[in-house]
């Protein structure tokens, strides 16, 4: 088994450059399936979920070639199944995609229910209703969904809750819809915005993205092109939120700093000290952290996928802070595992509470998600002592390079493998 050491209490300082977003990257792979073209997909990160879903996409006929470690060239041509294999599905959350991308294309598609982190509920409902209003039969049997349409026709689709998965795969699927449909109550996550710039460069017409309400022109076939993939938020909010935990001084590069205005404010409300430029954000850590409330919420909201980060800077605060997970209600499951760490926080439903500044202390912990593995990292780093890290195999899905970018900033962190 692989294990993360971190010998802790090492000021992080110097300047890191982000990778491509993971949850734009993992539904723009899905979509090039609909394109029937070439793509060229620049800024991909060299994770796990990217290299499982390539996988998939070959294991249905597609030709995929890495120019350079970020730069995919995808043939979609020759698609000859539309059935994706059952292990390869489960490998992650975003397999769901091609529901969207196969049903759009071919008018068919036989997708095994996801794998992925297990965070609490994640239906596919909102899914299968906005296919349904376009015109296909879903049946669900022997954890398969199995999407039929003679031909798929525009609709008005209202999402009961702003889900980005569902607002993701039906754009993909509507692309080719007879019409115009509407998507109301729409998620506005930069990745779905970005999903819907590569859409439209490879030829759809999708407005509104970024916004509540998202129209698709249907068009009867895209063509290939070249795109690139925004940077990743989660990324770019995990290392400002570790800068400020070890009272470090690190620059973030190559990045948007408008999707970073949530934590941002918060950090600067802990006391943290945050300048900007164009592409970069400094976080200089400050000597004492002040308490505050984060909620999570969709976007623009405080992001869920940086919940336990938060939280594990929130147990170093001088006073009372809490914290509202409004996504997901299986996300505190790391805290148990951070509380072996020294953590002093308590579950009370959706919200934590964690009173006065806890010192942390070296251990040994297992990551049981994505970002639980980032949050114990995170805590590691300000620790006493060594801690020791398994499951690190989550981390690989979402964060390139973890171990050296940290190290590139002065981190005392290396993988290594044990017995047990």
């Known amino acids: 088994m692989e294990y993360i050491v971190i010998n802790g209490q090492n000021p992080l300082k110097g300047s890191i450059s982000i990778s491509g977003a993971k949850n734009a990257a993992v539904a723009i792979l899905p979509a090039a399936i609909a ?74 598609a036989d997708v095994p229910l996801p794998g992925g982190c297990d965070l609490g509920s994640r239906p596919i409902d909102y899914h299968l209703k906005g296919f349904a ?69 490879i030829g759809a017409k999708i407005g509104g993205a970024g916004t509540g309400t998202i129209r698709i022109v249907g068009v009867p076939a895209l063509g290939g092109g070249e795109y690139t993939v925004i940077p990743d938020p989660i990324e770019t909010g995990t290392y400002m939120i570790a800068a400020a935990i070890t009272g470090g001084d690190v620059t973030v590069e190559n990045i948007i700093p408008k999707h970073m205005d949530s934590l941002t404010a918060k950090l600067r409300e802990m006391g943290c000290t945050i300048s900007e430029g164009g592409d970069w954000i400094r976080v200089q850590g400050a000597s004492a952290l002040r308490p505050c409330e984060v909620k999570t919420a969709y976007y623009p909201g405080f992001p869920t996928d940086l919940q336990p980060q938060m939280a594990t800077l929130l147990c170093r605060a001088q006073g009372t802070s809490t914290i509202t997970e409004n996504i997901f209600e299986h996300r505190y499951r790391y805290i148990g595992e951070l509380k072996r760490l020294g953590a002093q926080l308590k579950v009370e439903g959706r919200m934590a509470v964690t009173k006065g500044f806890c010192e942390f202390t070296g251990a040994r912990v297992i990551a049981s998600d994505l970002r639980a593995g980032a949050a114990l990292v995170i805590a590691g780093l300000c620790a006493k002592g060594q801690t020791v890290i398994g499951g690190v195999s989550h981390l690989d899905r979402g964060y390139e390079r973890f171990e050296e970018k940290f190290r590139s900033l002065g981190a005392d962190i290396t993988r290594i493998q044990r017995d047990s």
Do not use: W
Not at 81 to 98: E, I, Q
Not at 165 to 187: D, L, P, Q, W, Y
């Open 35 to 108: 394109s029937g073209g070439v793509c060229v997909i620049d800024n991909l990160p060299q994770i796990e979920d990217v290299c499982n879903l390539v996988a998939a996409m070959e294991s249905m006929g597609a030709k995929c070639k890495f120019e350079n470690p970020d730069t995919l060239v995808v043939d979609t041509s020759k698609i000859t199944g539309h059935t994706l294999d059952d292990k390869l599905a489960k490998n992650t959350r975003a397999s769901y995609y091609f529901m969207g991308a196969l049903l759009g294309r071919f008018k068919y």
């Open 133 to 201: 209003a376009l015109g296909a039969t879903c049946i669900q049997e022997h954890g398969v969904v199995k999407l039929r349409a003679e031909k798929l026709r525009g609709a008005n689709i209202y999402l009961d809750c702003p889900s980005v998965g569902a607002t993701i795969n039906i754009m993909i699927a509507a692309v080719f819809a007879e019409g115009t449909t509407t998507i109301e109550n729409a998620a506005k996550e930069p990745h779905i915005v970005d999903t819907a710039n590569f859409l439209n460069k």
